[in-house]
Nanobody, 127 residues
């Protein structure tokens, strides 16, 4: 099983950019669909973005489309989330997630589809 570790988030201002990264503990991300979810206080865990194991397919939540970009660096074995034009409503704990999809190069947007999760990293956006 892949164990995941997110890079530290941070506190930024409205309109700023921030990059989150996720790395596995020992194994590679090969054949794993990867995603980011987030959870604000008192709210459900929401889908942010997902990327297929090949990197050729991506999907985004409506609230982040056009502002966030998910990517995977196979050379460095990392998953990245580039977040631009951050808003106060982006404040949340962000989670990296993975699940094995060896037979299909697909994206998944439901948290129930993911078997492995990182511990989460706090992102705070203030005006």
């Amino acid at each position: 099983q892949v164990m995941l570790y997110e890079s530290p988030g941070g506190s930024v201002q409205t309109g700023d950019s921030l990059i989150l990264s996720c790395e596995p503990a020992r194994r590679t991300f090969s054949n794993y669909v990867m995603a980011w979810f987030r959870q604000a206080p008192g709210k459900d865990r929401d889908f942010v973005a997902a990327i297929s194991w090949s990197g050729s397919k991506t999907s985004y939540g409506d609230s982040v489309k056009g502002r966030f970009t998910i990517s995977r660096d196979k050379t460095r074995n990392t998953l990245n989330l580039q977040m631009n034009n951050l808003k106060s409503e982006d404040t949340a704990v962000y989670y990296c997630a993975a699940t094995l999809t060896p037979y299909s190069d697909l994206v998944l947007a439901s948290s129930a589809d993911y078997t492995t999760w990182g511990q989460g990293t706090q992102v705070t956006v203030s005006s």
